[in-house]
Antibody, heavy 118, light 110 residues
Framework: QVRLQESGPGLLKPSETLSLTCSVS????????WSWIRQSPGKGPEWIGE???????HYNPSLESRVSISVDVPKNQFSLKLKSLTAEDTAMYYC?????????????WGQGTMVTVS | NFILTQPHSVSESPGKTVTISCTRS????????VQWYQQRPGSSPTTVIY?????PSGVPDRFSGSIDRSSNSASLTISGLQTEDEADYFC?????????FGGGTKLTVL
């Protein structure tokens, strides 16, 4: 069973760039979509974007101008960069992926990492 | 792109049945599969329904999903409510190169 683990700084200042990494264990990154999702306190999840193992990316239009997602297949990890941070970017950030070919769903989630912008 | 609207909260007594709705703002609800996730405090979401009405292994058959074309909505129904069902529930769907979640419904079992 694939497992995901997020890592990165928990506290950042306004205008800085957030960099998070998701390490994948128990399987390969090949032929899957890998997503970043965030959840502000008390709100529903917000899809940030995804990367396919080939490097193809798709982003949420509301964040597209500030976000970049990349994949490193040999290292079995994928990464998120979000620039020009504001307090509104404070949230729990999850990496997630599908299982069983259901590219439209999120069957496997990391435990999440809390990011505070202050 | 469309949005998914859920009631903010619902409550029901143990042993009863509750239904949570998820209404799609534009486009037809049958165009793309709907998933439902359960999230307990301090935990990551887990799938309770996928592809509108399919249950992952390990999810009790008290959980069911359905689609209503007339209201352009999906629904999650939980029967025989148990205190352990108290959680937040989110619907999720997609369009080409886009994924969207509902705002979530807090289920209280009292």
């Amino acid at each position: 069973q694939v497992r995901l683990q997020e890592s990165g700084p928990g506290l950042l200042k306004p205008s800085e760039t957030l960099s998070l990494t998701c390490s994948v264990s128990g399987g390969s990154l090949n032929n899957n979509y890998w997503s970043w999702i965030r959840q502000s306190p008390g709100k529903g999840p917000e899809w940030i974007g995804e990367v396919f193992s080939s490097g193809t990316t798709h982003y949420n239009p509301s964040l597209e101008s500030r976000v970049s997602i990349s994949v490193d297949v040999p290292k079995n990890q994928f990464s998120l960069k979000l620039k020009s941070l504001t307090a509104e970017d404070t949230a729990m950030y999850y990496c997630a992926t599908e299982d069983g070919g259901r590219w439209w769903a999120f069957d496997i989630w990391g435990q999440g990492t809390m990011v505070t912008v202050s | 792109n469309f949005i998914l609207t859920q009631p903010h909260s619902v409550s029901e007594s143990p042993g009863k049945t509750v239904t949570i709705s998820c209404t799609r703002s534009s486009g037809t609800i049958t165009s793309n599969f709907v998933q439902w996730y359960q999230q307990r405090p301090g935990s990551s979401p887990t799938t309770v329904i996928y592809n509108d009405n399919r249950r992952p292994s390990g999810v009790p058959d008290r959980f069911s999903g359905s689609i209503d074309r007339s209201s352009n909505s999906a629904s999650l129904t939980i029967s025989g409510l148990q205190t352990e069902d108290e959680a937040d529930y989110f619907c999720q769907s997609y369009a080409t190169n886009y994924r969207v979640f509902g705002g979530g419904t807090k289920l209280t079992v009292l």
